[in-house]
Every structure is written in C-alpha cells, then in structure tokens.
C-alpha cells in the first residue's frame, strides 16, 4: 500500500522541480517580451502589416536553435552549454569566445532589464520621466545590493515568471471583443515586404537571449543524474520555445488587431496594449509583473557572471577551479557570493546604462549580438559532432540552424552599434584567452561555465563529452 503513496510523492517532488526550474531559467528571454516586439516595430518603421511575419521569423529561428540545443543537451548533460560544446569539438582555447561572449551578454541584460524595468515603471507613472536614468541606476543598485545575501532561489524567479504570464494572458483576453483596426502598409527606408522583414527581425532577436540558460543550468541539478540533468534540460528548452513563441506572436497579434502605434518615448509597446485591453487595475498589476520579472532577469545575469569569473579565478582558499583570472575574483562573503565580481558587473552594466540614457530602444540595437556568438559556435561545434558521429540529419539541422544564426549577426552589424558589442565580445574573449595561456593553459577550463552554475561544491566536470544514452543516441 506504500508503494503508490511513495511513487506519487516521487512524481510530485519531480514535477514541482521541473516547473521551479523551467520558468526560472526562461525569465530571461519571457521577460524580453517586454521589448523585443516593440524594437521590430521601430525597425519596421511602424509597419503594423509586416509585424507578425517579422516576430515569426524571430521565432521560427529560436526553434532551429532550440532543436539544436536539445541535441547538446544529450551530449553535454552535466551542464556547460556552448562553451562545453566549443572546447569539446575544437579545443579548450576555442571555449573562450562563447564564454566572453556570455560576459558581454550578462553585462548587457543587466542594462536592458533594469532600463526596461523603469520604462515599465515611467509607463505607469510619466511623472518619474525625468528621472528615467536615476530611476535605472537605483534599480541597478538595489538588484546588485540583493546579491550580497545570496542567491535568489529558482522559485522566486519561477514565481515572476509565472506571474507575468498569468497578467498577460488577462491583458490578451478582452482583444478579440475590441474593435479591429485594418494596418496599412507604410512606406519606410526598404521597399519590398520580404526585405524589410528580413532586415527588421534581427533586432527583435533579443528574444532569444536566455535560451542558451537550460543548457547551463542543468548543472544546478545536482541531485540528478545525467538522464534526469538531459530530461530538464530538453523539456526547460522545448517549454520556453512554447511559452515564448505563443506568448510573442498572440501579443503581436493583438498589437496588429488593435492598430497600436511605434510609443512615445515615455512609454511602450506593450504598456499601450495593457492599457488599451482593460482597466487600470489590470495595467498596473500588468506593469507591477513586467519590471519585477525584468528585475529578476536582472538579477539572474548578476548571478551567473560573476560565478564564471569566480570559476576561472584563482583562489587559495580552493573555491574555483583554474586560476586563469586573479583571485580576488574567487572570494565570497558569508553568503558564497562573489562581490568583486558583482561590483565588476555593476559598474560596466552602470556605464552602459549611462551611455543608452536608460532607454531600452537604445540598448536593444547593441543587444543580439554577442548571445549570437555564442550560439554559432555551440551549433557549429554540434555539427561537427554530428559530423563525426555519421548523424547526417542532425548535420543538416545544425548547419541550418548556424546558417540563420549568421544571418542575424551579419544584419545585427549592419547597424553600427551592433559592432561595439561585437568588439566587446572580441575583447573579453581575447582577454580571458590570455589569461588562460599566461596561466599555463589548465585543464578543464571549457567546464567553467557549468561549475559556475553548479556551485561551491559541485565537483569539477568530466574533460569532454558525457557518454550518451543506451544506444549512443541523441535524439
């Protein structure tokens, strides 16, 4: 008689895991939503007609990389993402620019956030707009100051997300009862639709930023073994491909519908749609959910760069792994956080707020690029294992996935902001390689990225690949 108690208690404690890690590694990309949309539309030069095709193009292309992402997955089940997969394919050095690229994209997700997180909060309240930069900074103050107690536990952030889901849903549902606006084409800086989709959807590719967390974060889940680590993993990548990808296109959809226009400055694009589905109530639970999610985005970016520079720091004490950085970046305080990292982060997310003005829109232009480093090489890395390994239908996968990942970069670099962030990601990449070489290239360095994630005392992961499941297979 125990033994279906005790079953349905393993299920239970399965499940409750499984949705506390989901939606806390998705906050990032959810909470891009907030944005993300809105910056295609200022691409699109307020072309409402050409909107959804563009945001499906933005997810049609975040699924190719989650399906690649599932394959890494199966190989790289303790956790490393495409560092793992960069320095298992090519060598350890080769492990550094997704990584570097990693350091850009935390720096960046901080500003974007907390710069979202006070357009949200400006929405609600327009007399706080001359302040929208001060706003920001203590935003950005107060989510570093957290870090001092500790890190926040993954159902907070589950918590956020899911809450954010629950008011957008209540936002969407009063749209079909509203009366329809017919979008007309509008001339803008291309002619032609498919060009100007083609030109205006990688700057809505900030949605995909947090879709490389599953495959890191599987590293947290220490209690598992590698099938349980691969079945969170693919089920955390294939839920947020669903919830995003539904969530984006149904909040596109009932932009297009309602005839909602490019915003004033003082507002935004899915503040307008909160405010014009349903009563003030509902908008500001809407706004409250919005900039507590992009803080928490925040505060997830805070957490995991600093634990991969106190991974690759030298220590004496024995609490990171490789010394390739000085040790400095390896001490904690009482609560096993690094603060000099979390300083380190503070001020060049401070610098670029300070650049952008705390302007989101601003900052979205420079922002899906250095995550789209990263990406290309985990894809490619997963098509030379797939290369090698004779799966020739994973090969084609993987190069077109990589293909339209490139194709994002090279369109992201026709902006000229875009290219600082690139030469960001060079330098921090060129700077950690250095580092590594002038350490005596220690072993295990292309892990860093799970350790980071895994914790004090998570021991330090195997040199490449893990074994595979029965059969060797990754599908």
Request: hydrophobic share 60%; charged share 10%; glycine share 10%.
């Amino acid at each position: 008689m125990t033994q279906p108690i005790s079953r349905a208690a393993w299920l239970h404690s399965r499940t409750a895991l499984l949705i506390a890690f989901a939606f806390s590694v998705m906050a990032d990309p959810v909470s891009s939503v907030a944005y993300a949309i809105e910056a295609a539309l200022r691409a699109l030069d307020g072309n409402l007609a050409l909107l959804l095709p563009a945001m499906a193009a933005v997810v049609l292309v975040v699924g190719l990389v989650v399906a690649s992402y599932h394959q890494l997955v199966a190989r790289f089940p303790e956790g490393g993402g495409s560092a793992a997969a960069a320095g298992g394919a090519f060598g350890e050095g080769f492990s550094f620019i997704p990584m570097g690229a990693l350091v850009v994209d935390f720096v960046l997700t901080i500003a974007i956030s907390v710069s979202a997180g006070s357009s949200a909060i400006i929405s609600y309240v327009p007399g706080l707009a001359p302040y929208r930069l001060v706003l920001a900074l203590v935003l950005l103050v107060l989510v570093a100051g957290l870090m001092w107690f500790g890190h926040l536990g993954r159902a907070v952030f589950a918590l956020l997300t899911l809450v954010f889901i629950a008011t957008a849903v209540l936002v969407l549902l009063p749209v079909p009862g509203l009366p329809a606006v017919d979008p007309q084409p509008v001339e803008g800086l291309t002619h032609g639709a498919p060009l100007a989709v083609a030109l205006a959807f990688p700057v809505a590719m900030a949605l995909a930023t947090g879709i490389e967390a599953p495959s890191s974060a599987i590293a947290q889940l220490a209690q598992l073994d590698d099938a349980g680590r691969r079945s969170f993993g693919r089920w955390a990548l294939w839920l947020t491909l669903g919830i995003v990808g539904t969530l984006t296109l149904a909040i596109t959809a009932a932009v297009v519908r309602l005839g909602i226009q490019v915003p004033h400055e003082d507002t935004t694009l899915v503040a307008e749609l909160a405010r014009a589905a349903d009563g003030a109530g509902l908008f500001a639970a809407f706004q409250a959910a919005t900039a507590l999610l992009l803080l928490s985005a925040a505060s997830s970016s805070f957490q995991a760069g600093p634990g991969l520079l106190k991974a690759l720091a030298r220590s004496e004490h024995g609490d990171s792994r490789h010394g390739v950085l000085p040790a400095i970046l390896g001490r904690t305080n009482a609560h096993h956080v690094p603060m000099v990292g979390v300083a380190v982060f503070l001020v060049g997310s401070a610098l670029v707020v300070i650049a952008a003005g705390a302007y989101d829109q601003r900052l979205v232009l420079f922002y899906a690029v250095a995550v789209f480093v990263s990406f290309l090489m985990g894809l490619i890395a997963m098509a030379r294992f797939s290369h090698r390994d004779g799966r020739h239908g994973w090969v084609v996968l993987n190069v077109v996935a990589a293909v339209a990942v490139g194709f994002t970069l090279v369109a992201n670099l026709m902006r000229p902001a875009a290219v600082g962030s690139l030469a960001a990601t060079g330098l921090v990449a060129g700077g950690l390689y250095w580092a590594w070489v002038r350490a005596g290239r220690p072993r295990g360095a292309a892990n860093a990225v799970a350790e980071a994630e895994a914790g004090d005392d998570a021991p330090v992961a195997s040199e490449g690949p893990s074994p595979l499941p029965a059969g060797g297979r990754e599908d």
